[in-house]
């Protein structure tokens, strides 16, 4: 694939598709297309969050192992979403696995690529920062909800 | 207009008997003058007045023998056209698993209501509008209230805690009444002005013994209004109410008040125009027949707003706050009108003495 | 006796079980047909009718069958207290008492010549299955039909078979839930986050939105969000009801009574008294 596409694809993504052209490209240098197969792991709790990924097509389940209830699943990720924060901030580890539960074809992004240019240009780890920000006040506010348990039955 | 002396008084309510109605009107009982069955002119409340703050309902003697000489106590009409308890429906299960449902309405009697006040003519009015004038009528309200004979009374005497004049609602009777009456004391004599609001009113008097009123009258029977009026115990500014309160959802005074409210509903029990029910079902040992009726309620009960293991509205802030609201601005947007009609019930009964003037003003504060 | 002026509004009719449907471990669907023959009431998607369980109790329950089938009424109950524990476990046979309906209706005519979303949480799909049968009655004048369902957990899902029989007609339907077991196929998460991937026209389209008042204030607030305009929004409001008729006063919320001028409103009126804590 040549950069130019992974550019196209970045802006059919709705985290990136405002981007200042010159950015895209910048980000663009560290992007590929990504597939997993079925019940592949994306990635795993504990390994080096260098990597984070835009899903284009299929399902991701986020999941942590609990000792005793064996895989609990948390949340699932589709079409669009983002996948992955850790590798923004340290130890840069993940902190759920990822499980692909159908086939997933995605954009990854090189993280430490990133990290390294968002330094060298404060502008573009702003528009980095800010759309992330975004993405995780969101599913904060999901997750708050799913805590909420709205549907339980009292009384 | 006619003037009745005595003789006469006790004729109008001889002639209402004879036209087949019952009588209820204020007598002593209790310690308190209520609205009960009566006979005769001889169970009214001669020389008796009320002695009423917030808080304090006390009877005193007056020192001549006025029937009339009080303001209002702890009941209202809306205890016979809106009853404490009423049988909706009855139902029975018969033997193929199928079940009767019957109506619970009677045929209500013919009631004459005797010595209604101007605040309470009001207050039947905004009851009408409830229970007749919404979406749906509620066919046993509508019943008792075909059946009623009313005679007012204007106002002699304004208790402490009365503030018809700012509500607009009396202190003279403009309308809803069959007869109006006026009393005249004068020289230890009573003599009663009497006019008509209705045909059948008209009949009525045209049957008494009296004679047409002089001038001298009209004008003695206008000044006791005027008297009355200018004698108000409390005021309350009604101006931008409505719109005031529902800006005011976060005013400070609701927690204030909400420490000293006991949320005890005294204040709905006595309010002629509180109107909310709750159900109740009653069933034989048997579970052959069951009953359902519509009992009063307050909306300061913790169960009133109910819903999925809690309540809406619990803590005394809101049930106060919605109160308050509900009487004062919401009325308006349901009904066209205000819920109150400045009896002062609700300020008298109140345990504590919690003053709705004294809130509605609090409220126009800015908040610090 | 004489005749009263006006019939009591307070008395209900019998209707008969015909079938009892189980949907979850507490909540089961009902048919029901007048005890004395004839047709049964006809109504609103959205109405509800005021249901009598003899000497039990009176509860509101919303109406979830198909208005154009005036044969028989469909409630979907859940078991929440007495009243309707008395309701969901009386036999095929067993009579209650209807009466209604009453209530403003989920405006279908409006969306027609745009897009349909309807987003669900919990029984919340039960009111809102009316207006789904409406809306499938008018296929042809409707653009997207999008169902977004959100559960607690696959267990506590309604209407199963019936979700894959609107997929074919043309619905797109998604369904989510809080929270899964690994052999759960389809989304996890609140329905909110099926708001954004949903794909529907924001500015031709109506939303309605019935469930839980927290997950109805989330999501009417993602529809907004999405571009959907606020006067286009619909929520179906739910208060402690004794009379339904305007008069027992228990089911105000500021000046509304959610029984006369509800339980359908338009999230734009009903946004600012929606944030006001106990009113």
Redesign the interface.
């Known amino acids: 694939m040549t950069v130019r596409s992974v550019e196209d694809l970045l802006r059919d993504t709705r985290l990136f598709a405002d981007l200042p052209p010159h950015h895209l490209e910048t980000i663009a240098g560290c992007a590929v297309t990504a597939r997993f197969d079925e019940g592949a792991h994306v990635f795993r709790e504990g390994g080096p969050a260098d990597t984070f990924y835009v899903i284009r097509s299929g399902t991701v389940a986020l999941e942590t192992h609990m000792p005793g209830r064996g895989p609990a699943r948390l949340v699932t990720l589709h079409d669009g979403d983002v996948l992955g924060w850790s590798w923004l901030f340290p130890p840069f580890r993940w902190h759920l696995d990822a499980l692909a539960l159908e086939p997933v074809a995605a954009v990854a992004f090189d993280g430490v690529c990133l990290r390294r240019k968002a330094e060298e240009d404060h502008d573009l780890g702003y528009e980095l920062m800010r759309r992330f920000a975004e993405v995780i006040v969101s599913r904060l506010q999901a997750t708050r909800l799913q805590l909420l348990d709205v549907y339980r039955h009292d009384g | 207009m006619k003037v009745l002396d005595p003789r006469g008084l006790e004729a109008l309510l001889e002639a209402l008997v004879e036209r087949g109605y019952r009588l209820i009107g204020p007598t002593v009982a209790d310690g308190a003058i209520v609205y009960e069955e009566i006979r005769s002119i001889a169970d009214l409340p001669a020389g008796w007045t009320d002695e009423q703050e917030a808080g304090t309902y006390r009877l005193r003697r007056r020192d001549d023998d006025a029937l009339f000489g009080y303001a209002v106590g702890p009941q209202s009409w809306k205890r016979v056209l809106h009853p404490p308890s009423v049988t909706l429906f009855r139902a029975r299960r018969d033997g193929d698993g199928g079940m009767e449902l019957v109506d619970g309405a009677e045929e209500p009697e013919p009631l004459a209501f005797i010595g209604v006040r101007s605040c309470d003519l009001h207050a039947i009015a905004r009851l009408d509008r409830v229970l007749l004038g919404g979406r749906f009528v509620d066919a046993a309200y509508e019943a008792r209230r075909g059946r009623v004979f009313v005679v007012a009374v204007n106002c002699g005497v304004a208790a402490s805690t009365c503030f018809c004049v700012s509500m607009e609602t009396g202190p003279r009777a403009t309308s809803g009444y069959d007869v109006a009456l006026t009393e005249l004391l004068e020289d230890g004599d009573r003599h009663y002005l009497a006019e008509a609001g209705t045909g059948r009113g008209e009949e009525l008097l045209a049957e008494l013994p009296g004679r047409e009123a002089t001038a001298g009258e009209v004008e003695a029977g206008e000044q006791v209004v005027e008297r009355t009026a200018a004698s108000m115990g409390r005021e309350l500014d009604t101006e931008g109410l409505p719109e005031l309160l529902a800006a005011s959802r976060d005013h400070p005074r609701w927690d204030e008040v909400a420490d000293r409210c006991l949320t005890c509903g005294n204040c709905t029990m006595v309010c002629p125009t509180c109107f909310c029910t709750t159900v109740e079902d009653v069933t034989d040992l048997a579970g052959t027949e069951a009953e359902r009726r519509q009992v009063w309620d307050s909306c300061f009960t913790l169960d009133f707003t109910y819903l999925h293991g809690g309540g809406v509205r619990t803590s005394p802030r809101g049930r106060y706050r919605h109160w308050l609201t509900h009487k004062l601005g919401t009325w308006h947007d349901q009904f066209g009108s205000s819920g109150c009609v400045g009896c002062g019930r609700c300020i008298a009964w109140c345990p504590v003495g919690i003053d709705i003037t004294e809130e509605a003003a609090a409220l126009r504060e800015a908040p610090e | ?2 005749e ?11 209707y ?1 079980v015909v079938r009892r449907h189980r949907e979850t471990a ?1 909540t089961w669907t009902l048919d029901l047909e007048p ?1 004395a023959g004839g047709d049964a009431l006809a109504f609103a998607p959205g109405q509800f009718t005021m249901v ?1 369980a ?5 509860v509101p329950i919303s109406l979830s069958g198909d208005p154009a089938r005036p044969e028989r009424l469909v409630h979907t109950v ?1 078991i ?2 007495a009243t309707t524990r008395a309701i969901c476990t009386l036999d095929r ?5 209807i009466r209604g309906p009453y209530g403003t209706a989920w405006p279908v005519d409006r969306a027609l010549g745009g897009d349909l979303v309807i987003a669900a ?3 919340g799909l039960a009111p809102l299955r009316p207006a789904l049968y409406a809306a499938l009655a008018r296929r042809e004048e409707l653009g997207r039909v999008v169902l977004l369902y959100g ?2 957990s696959p267990d ?1 899902l309604l209407y199963g078979p019936e979700l894959e029989r609107w997929r074919a007609a043309g619905v797109d339907v998604h369904v ?1 839930v ?5 052999e ?7 329905v ?2 099926l708001i ?2 949903a794909g529907f026209d924001p500015e031709r389209t109506t939303a309605l939105v019935c ?2 008042e ?2 109805m204030r ?1 999501a009417a607030a993602g529809f907004v969000r999405a571009g959907v305009g606020a006067e286009r929004v619909f929520l179906s409001m ?3 009801m ?2 339904a ?6 089911c ?1 919320l ?4 959610v029984c ?1 001028d509800g339980p359908v409103f338009r999230y734009s009126e009903i946004e600012p008294l929606l944030a ?4």
């Open positions: 006796m004489a009263p002026a006006t019939a009591s509004h307070f008395l209900p009719e019998p008969r507490d005890a009598y003899f000497g039990a109790g009176e859940r929440a207290g046979g067993g009579v209650l008492g949480g919990g029984i559960g607690r506590q989510t809080d929270r899964a077991g690994r759960w196929r389809g989304p996890i998460g609140v909110t986050t954004e991937r469930g839980p927290v997950m989330f739910e208060r402690n004794k009379c008729l305007g008069q027992c006063g228990r105000q500021g000046p509304v009574f006369g006001v804590p106990e009113l």
